[in-house]
């Protein structure tokens, strides 16, 4: 843990903060429209159907419990007894969601059990976004006393994203030495047309900083800016982009913006939350496919259906089935029982997640009726949904799990398994000669270190042997091999059903009268009765014994001692045990084989001492020896066995889909609910959006791949719109459509429609390269715009929509701790592999101790590294495209006050000691470049020299560099891109 500075020097920092004049930003708040299409969407996919399914029963117009409404906005705002149930962007002020949240005794509902952790998770979203209900707007979201009902699929056709994709001709401008590009001809085309021109260049020390993050997130060292602010070659701008989109930390950067759409996330969240240990496989693929700029198509393809695509070696095999985890990494709770809803809910998430992400629709919201909307009917829903049902995603258990697949290995290693493959199948079957041969030879199966043999033959056991296929059964009793130990081929268990009306009746054929000792056979598990009741009849009446049957019997671990008994094989109570599951029983009862071994010869008299026969005597002792060379000869097999076992080298598991064998279509489910069926619907896509029927599906086949073609077929409307758009913002700072994952009606309309079209077009005709989309929106004078104040910004565009200039972009979470690192020296810069350390079994109580760059760092969906959730990491439990931007008090607290923060301005300071500078002033200067990427203005230089110089004692020196630091981090031009 980083020291803190001495309060001195502490009161001296609070003076030079005083004294900094950094540009104020302009408002970064998530745009209104924006904001109110992302709530609407949560309230139809998330928060009414939960109102309908748990709250209004109680909360209706027919009850209004504790005076509380919630089937309209007026009713949880009025609220009941203890007043308004929601507070408009205030969740942890709503009493509606401290109920739901299940953290105060006194305040849990639903009364039934808490919700999912994904409902919980949007229902905060929807009230920190407002809390809208539709049900009371319109479709330009304006108040609306009548509805007209969701549009048809014909009248959906004529909605501008539905339209096919046009190609643009660059417009005419009036200003016609301004452009550089066609984007810049289309961009100063609109500016003009509302009186408007375009704001000055951005210096060079803006741009090279604002290219270094937009490109690879970090932050351009001071020897880079000085080379570029010194090129005078033309071509240094398009040289230095070129250098970074080659570099690899662009992959690094540019994943993490697609894993934020995609939900990735190395925990499941919902009820016991699992690891995902293998998720940062599928993160390493999308890194990796930024680095090589696969084509977007085939990107899209092999998340879909990368499993049943053609592949062209073991490498190519391997990448496409670790692209299929996209479908698997969303927030599930594998503790579900109802298998049935599970899967179906699953199916939501992949919808939610693939119409979002890819097509910019919110498909999810036609699961319980027709979009209200968009052009979705319910019927399209099923048609998509029956295609991931068909999808193998996960296997179920009392808690399911995820799909797994085995990764094919690399030739050599290939080739190495199949010849110790070959050697192992060698060995079992000498193993298995050579144990029945010992075993016939009077051998019992070694378990001296605890393992009990799946099966024991009963030859292999002494005296009479009854197994429970020769015993008499009342009532119904379950075969089961489950667990190992058992006699011959089987053992029967009770299913703790019917208790008392249960029994297995054993007749031993004894061969003469006399005592025996009866032992019992059973195997042991977790849920058997401690109390599992039998009853021996003997020569002398009857005795009960009770059986903890989840003990390993104490006999060699195959039997157990129930006593020794007097049998009478003539008399009038001939020799019989019973096993029933009378009595109160507290799990299941099994029935198994029951042995009887004399140990006298008449009656109670002891068996008459026998003169000792030499030759006997000298038969048995060459047996024993026979017999301890057969065990000899299985023990040396089995070290051989789990010596060539060991050495097998073994394919990393990892998730993926697979085509479920029970592909088929699936029926509507009448208002969402599962186990109320309706029509079956044909596997197919969006009607709005197809250009053609949809294609035929295999029988046997999930549809996945039929799936990915209508997907990336360029005359889809929305695949290329809507990845364009992404890019476009992650690159300008905002969409032409500012809802980048809702071209839906309740989303917002294209700013510029012709310049969406043209990118699309043209991303089309260049294979669908991200990079070359990324280089041509960089190269254009539109991109190279300096930024505005808020009191510079024209009053009639204050969103800048009309991109007079460029937007001043806030550094996301892992832009600052990247940037933090990175200064001070302290990055890690290996890359891909596992990101968990050792031994780690749970996300709570995870300590984030990781150098590594942000996309290594673990994302949980219940845990987050403080700085990821002060500064508005996407919350990994909700599909997002876009991050809130907001300007909170935590924020500044968290840059004076983190040991990240503080370990890193140390360490940076004393660095910058170590470097060969002249002076202050120098070091100064250094450190400003390092930081804000320029120079100090006078003032600021004079200001911070006064505060260093004024510090004698070495170590105050060096505190007081740190304060520098610590200064210039909590700074807003840290924060933030000119």
């Not at 110790?420 to 079992?428: G, K």
């Not at 295999?698 to 791949?705: I, N």
Request: hydrophobic content about 35%; overall charge negative; some cysteine.
């Amino acid at each position: 843990m980083a020291a803190h500075p001495p309060p001195h020097l502490l009161a001296v920092l609070a003076a030079v903060l005083a004294t900094f004049t950094f540009l104020a930003p302009p408002s970064l708040a998530a745009e209104p429209d924006a904001a109110t299409a992302e709530a609407n969407e949560l309230f139809e996919k998330h928060v009414r159907p939960t109102l309908l399914e748990h709250c209004i029963r109680c909360h209706g117009d027919k009850k209004q419990q504790g005076g509380l409404r919630l089937d309209s906005r007026e009713g949880w705002m009025t609220g009941g007894d203890s007043g308004p149930a929601i507070v408009p962007g205030q969740p942890d002020d709503s009493l509606f969601v401290q109920a739901i949240r299940y953290t105060d005794n006194n305040l849990e509902m639903p009364p039934k059990g808490v919700l999912p952790q994904t409902t919980i998770a949007a229902i905060e979203q929807w009230v920190r976004l407002g809390a809208a209900d539709p049900r009371t707007l319109d479709a330009s979201g304006e108040p609306s006393a009548t509805s007209s009902g969701p549009p048809t699929v014909e009248q959906g056709r004529s909605f501008w994203a539905f339209q096919p994709v046009q190609t643009s001709m660059p417009p005419a401008v009036n200003d016609g030495d301004w452009p550089d590009t066609d984007i810049d001809r289309f961009v100063l085309a609109k500016l003009e047309q509302n009186g408007m021109t375009p704001a000055g260049d951005a210096t060079r020390l803006d741009l090279v900083r604002r290219v270094y993050f937009d490109l690879i997130g970090l932050p351009p060292t001071p020897q880079q800016i000085e080379q570029f602010v010194n090129d005078p070659s033309p071509s240094a701008y398009a040289d230095l982009v070129d250098r970074l989109l080659d570099s690899p930390q662009f992959g690094e950067h540019w994943g993490r913006h697609w894993l934020s759409v995609v939900r990735y996330a190395q925990s499941s969240g919902g009820g016991r939350t699992l690891l995902f240990p293998e998720a940062w496989r599928y993160r390493d693929y999308v890194i990796d496919s930024f680095n090589q700029d696969v084509p977007y198509d085939q990107f899209v393809r092999e998340q879909l259906a990368g499993d049943l695509l053609e592949y062209d070696d073991w490498r190519d095999r391997r990448r496409k089935l670790i692209a299929t985890a996209f479908l698997l990494l969303g927030p599930t709770n594998y503790e579900l029982q109802d298998k049935d809803i599970l899967e179906m809910d699953v199916v939501d998430e992949q919808l939610d997640t693939f119409g979002k992400s890819v097509l910019g629709m919110t498909i999810g919201c036609a699961r319980c009726h027709d979009h209200k909307f968009d052009p979705i009917p319910t019927q399209d829903y099923y048609a998509l949904a029956g295609i991931f049902k068909s999808t193998k995603a996960m296997i179920h258990s009392n808690v399911s799990q995820w799909n797994t697949v085995e990764l094919p290995l690399d030739p050599k290693q290939a080739a190495e398994r199949k010849e110790r493959q070959a050697e192992i199948a060698e060995v079992r079957a000498e193993l298995a000669v050579a144990t029945k041969a010992w075993v016939d030879a009077g051998g019992m199966p070694d378990e001296s270190k605890g393992k009990q043999v799946r099966s024991i033959d009963r030859k292999s056991l002494p005296g009479v042997v009854v197994d429970d296929d020769e015993a008499e059964t009342i009532g119904e009793w379950m075969e089961s091999t489950s667990q190992p130990g058992f006699v011959g081929r089987r053992y029967l268990h009770d299913s703790a059903a019917e208790p008392g009306k249960k029994r297995v009746i054993y007749r031993p054929q004894l061969p003469r009268s006399g005592r025996y000792q009866v032992q019992l056979s059973y195997a042991a598990g977790p849920n058997r009765s401690t109390r599992a009741q039998v009853q021996i009849r003997h020569r002398d009446g009857e005795s009960t014994v009770k059986v903890n049957q989840r003990k390993t019997p104490e006999l060699d671990g195959k039997l157990s001692l129930l006593g020794t008994f007097a049998f009478d094989v003539d008399g009038e109570n001939p020799p019989q045990v019973t096993i029933s599951n009378q009595g109160p029983q507290d799990g299941v009862v099994i029935a198994d084989a029951v042995v009887f071994i004399s140990v006298t010869t008449k009656d109670t008299q002891p068996v008459a001492e026998q003169p000792v026969d030499p030759l006997a005597e000298a038969e048995g002792k060459a047996a024993e020896a026979a017999l301890a060379k057969l065990k000899k000869r299985v023990d040396t097999l089995t070290g051989e066995l789990k010596a060539l076992e060991k050495s097998l080298p073994t394919a990393p598991k990892v998730m993926a889909t697979a085509d479920d064998p029970d592909a088929g279509d699936i029926p509507i489910a009448i208002r969402g609910v599962v186990h109320n069926a309706g029509p079956m619907t044909p596997r197919g896509t969006l009607q709005v959006a197809s250009h053609e029927p949809f294609a035929s599906i295999p029988a046997g086949q999930s549809g996945r791949r039929e799936l990915a073609d209508w997907t990336c077929d360029p005359r889809n409307p929305l695949t290329s719109r809507v990845i364009v758009n992404r890019i476009w913002q992650w690159t300008i700072g905002r969409g032409l459509v500012s809802t980048v994952d809702n071209f839906g009606s309740m989303g917002q309309t294209p700013t510029h429609p012709e310049l969406l079209d043209y990118l699309a077009a043209s991303f089309v005709e260049n294979q669908w390269s991200i990079k070359t989309l990324i280089r041509k929106i960089l190269l254009s004078r539109t991109y190279r715009l300096q930024t505005l104040s808020s009191a510079q910004t024209d009053p009639t565009d204050p969103h800048n929509q009309w991109l007079s200039h460029a937007h001043r972009k806030r550094l996301h979470a892992e832009q600052i701790r990247d940037a933090l690192l990175a200064i001070s020296g302290k990055l890690d810069a290996t890359q891909a592999g596992p990101n968990l350390r050792e031994g780690t079994r749970s996300e709570y109580g995870y300590k984030f101790t990781s150098t590594r760059r942000s996309v290594y760092v673990p994302v949980f969906r219940n845990r987050l590294p403080e700085l990821f959730e002060v500064f508005d990491f996407p919350d990994p439990n909700i599909q997002s495209g876009s991050r809130n931007v907001s300007t909170i008090a935590s924020q500044a607290l968290l840059l004076m006050n983190h040991p990240l923060v503080i370990e890193q301005s140390q360490t940076a300071a004393e660095r910058l000691l170590q470097r060969d500078l002249d002076d202050d002033p120098a070091r100064i200067r250094f450190a400003y470049r390092q930081v804000l990427g320029r120079p100090p203005n006078e003032d600021e230089l004079a200001i911070m020299f006064d505060f260093i110089d004024g510090q004698q004692d070495s170590g105050q020196r060096q505190a007081a560099w740190t304060l520098m630091y610590q200064t210039l981090f909590q700074s807003i031009d840290f924060r933030h891109l000119n």
